[in-house]
């Protein structure tokens, strides 16, 4: 009993069959999302929407899943390792917390917890990834491609390996290598994976799939290149953040004030406020959404530099050098959403110096034995200047999101540690 | 002026010239190891060794060196990536220690500190690695093959990639991901590097090497298979127990009276004790060498049996299931020596339960910040029955080897963390 009507466009809004199996919209060359009937899930019978807090994943939310575990065919496809459902720390005792009287948390997408789900192989990118290798198994596809920064790729090959799907990675020569040879080492291990590596970013990645496998029957599941799917994972962060059964909540479906993201494409951004307005639109909650704050390094801030100059969309810039490597998104074809979306919340965006990065991750994992990825340092990092800018006021409720976990960043960011 | 003169046959004796590049020796099948004239360099006009503490690495120990840095020729052979030197901790404070009234000291190999020498890859084979690819400069040889359970490969790769040689290295399966995926990197990053996978352990990767990498012209660089030049860079790891420059030692040579190592193949037991040998036959140490305690895991303990048993050698035993991953050795043409020498030394050889290895790795984690590796934890954990059976007594200086960093096994360990 699904409630996904169909797909839609986010900049000419055409319409598509939710069934559509799909890349960007051929009208504008813009990404589709997923679309649910929210008003028949209302109107329900059953009254709720099949929220079910014992699943320990984040296939949780029932009906606003876009593969409803309670619809059996639906059910069939899912595929899951245990994604999502992760730990949100309570951090008010942080210094600028308890000088400037805000509420503070983390929540952890990198380390499992006990009593918690896990992302199986580190970082938010697994709940986007099992979504799609789920859609994979729901439409018959058996061979996808994805260009990567890196634990996109990670997850990708986890989940087909796991899965038995084929997959194709590719991604920059300078990944860490941990994650660039965790892909090479399963590529030895399950014969349908492959790797390429390529000088210079998710960028030229891209173009690899393109040439090498999108030629061969491969299905394109780059960032915002599938029919929505991995917005439609990631929603499921959002939703983690305003569901009932977490301490942060009291019991109530509940919105954060401030949320602080790492962003490279923006998936996550999509998803979460997706989330958030689907929630308002059911009535769950109301109020007004969070303030989305979008957190880059200095050296590669394209973002940042359209929210500044007050374009619409991003500019494709050089690639930088930045230890936070999920960061070094030169451009990204779904910036103009995120740069609305920040707009819209009330938010900004800024950009981080790469040396407080380092210092930041090493910090927080001295005094908290937290494994924060340089991207989640990055926000932590940037909360002084949100402070100051007032984008960050007493008695907020502030979610800092720490994306992944420093062992994937290792030896590079060791000595920060 | 190298003091090098000949190699010996460690069963039968037999001497070969000094740059004969041999496996075996042929006549028994056994080890061979490299030989100085420690006479000519006690009386030699300078009158010390050529030890230089300024040097922050292995090779600061001058003509103790297989190659020697002082000559022309050697030095032209030395490829160092910053091999040895490695930080020792006083660890007296340690609840046995102190209980028992014994110094104990812990000798870092994984991860590196200011002001020491940086083992490039995070692991005591670094010491043997840099000795073989500085010697295969030497000798002219392109194309090394070493077959490991981990460690040792990820080292060959490496010096093998920085040198320009070719490397083929073959590692089990289940190797932890973190080097296995190293490995697998390199293939993509560096031409000469090659990796194959088998199932079992070192024994199997050894036949597959033989098979498919010495009939193509590639040298052995397997444990003992090499003419004793992973023994002469393991050496080190005993000269840096014994030199003046460390706290330790206040300003002299001398030996500590217990080591606790963890034992696969042994290449560390007979460098260090060709190390104490040395120094003693050259009068700059005196009294009795320390005694020797081989740590095992219980999954796999041939050494172990051997020793018990009162036997000369060890029997091949069924590769068991260890986070120690580098213990998982079934069997050793070097073991005889390793039991000749324990025994010598008046030391033991003890086998450690798998769950005391993990909880200690974390204990010792969150007391002290250090990233032993299993196979270190398995020494410590060793430490209460040592005490109990008194190989460790009030008063002795003891020494635990840590072979490496607990971030190459990750995320096999990480929920002990």
Redesign the interface.
Known sequence: MSFVTHLRCLGCGREYPADEVMNLCPEDNLPVQICFDLDALKNSGSGDIGYNPERKNMWRFGHLMALDPADENDARSIFSLGEGYTPIYPWSDYEPAKKHGFELWLKDEG?PAPGFGANPT?SFKDRGMAMVVSMARKFGLEKLAVPTQGNAGDSLAEYAAQAGLSAAIAMP?NTP??I??????Y???YPGIS?D?VQGTIREAGELIKEKYLTQGYFSVATFQEPGWRIDGKKTLGLELAEPAIPFNDGAWRMPDVIVYPTGGGTGILGMWKAFSELRVLGLTDGPLPRIIAVQSEATAPLVQAFEAGRQDSEAVEAGDTIAFGLNVPGGIGHFEVLRIIRESQGTALAVAEAEIGATLGRVFKDTGWWICPEGAACVAAIPRLVDEQHIRPGDRVVVINTGSW?KY??NI?HYL
Chains 1, 2 share one sequence.
């Open positions: 380390r580190g020569d290598l941990p660039l040879g965790k892909v090479a080492a590529t030895r291990l790797l590596v062992e290792l030896p060791r």
